[in-house]
């Protein structure tokens, strides 16, 4: 939150408590831990042996599928997720390899940079999937139509806070995008 806000939000007449989210599942516990603590809510463990639970039942990928995300906002917007981010951290809990890893953060979609990961999935928002047109909508995208994925129709999308947010339901977006991926990992 930007010194304004936290301003605004500290002169309000209700107790405010901020929080540091690391986009990991040690992350997502350790958010819970302290969220129930501020609220001092009782079995905050629950959730998190929920988490650990659906970590323990992922499939392991064999090989690994390069999978590269998509943000996506329709043909105008669309960015790549690199290293250090939620989406490249999703990939890797579920087992699978980002493809994007020449650079940090989210950068434009390139030609170059597509055709030198080349892909064997592509992961996008459900929102911005839909906001392309569906998967015959990424064939539009220059350099997507000659990848691996877009080839092999390997497209996977998921709700964006679902898949990135690293909180309560982790554990089962993660189980949930290693299933998905176990069918294009054979």
């Known amino acids: 939150l930007s010194a304004d806000i936290q301003e605004k939000l500290n002169q309000l007449d209700v107790p405010v408590h901020y929080y540091d989210h690391e986009y990991s599942a040690e992350g997502a516990k350790k958010l819970i831990a302290a969220v129930a603590e501020d609220l001092q809510a009782k079995r905050p463990q629950e959730l998190i042996q929920s988490i ?7 499939e392991e990928l064999n090989p690994k599928p390069r ?6 906002r329709g043909g105008g917007t669309l960015l790549v997720g690199g290293n250090n981010t939620p989406a ?3 990939i890797e809990l579920a087992g699978a390899t980002n493809a994007a890893t020449a650079f940090d953060d989210y950068r434009p979609l390139t ?3 597509v055709a030198q990961a080349n892909p ?3 992961l ?7 906001s392309l047109g569906g998967p015959q909508g ?5 350099g997507l139509a000659t990848t691996t994925a877009v080839k092999e129709q390997q497209i996977i999308s998921m709700d964006g806070l679902y898949l990135t947010g690293f909180g309560p ?13 176990s069918d294009y990992a054979k």
Request: aromatic letters at 6%; proline letters at 2%.
């Open 52 to 58: 650990d639970q659906d970590l323990n039942e992922l």
């Open 88 to 90: 490249a951290s999703m």
């Open 138 to 142: 990424l064939e539009d995208v220059p």
């Open 120 to 122: 064997d999935v592509i």
């Open 111 to 113: 030609t170059e940079a």
């Open 124 to 130: 996008l928002f459900e929102t911005g999937l839909s």
């Open 67 to 72: 999978v590269m995300f998509i943000y996506a």
């Open 169 to 181: 339901r982790t554990g089962a977006a993660a189980k949930e995008l290693n299933q998905a991926l």
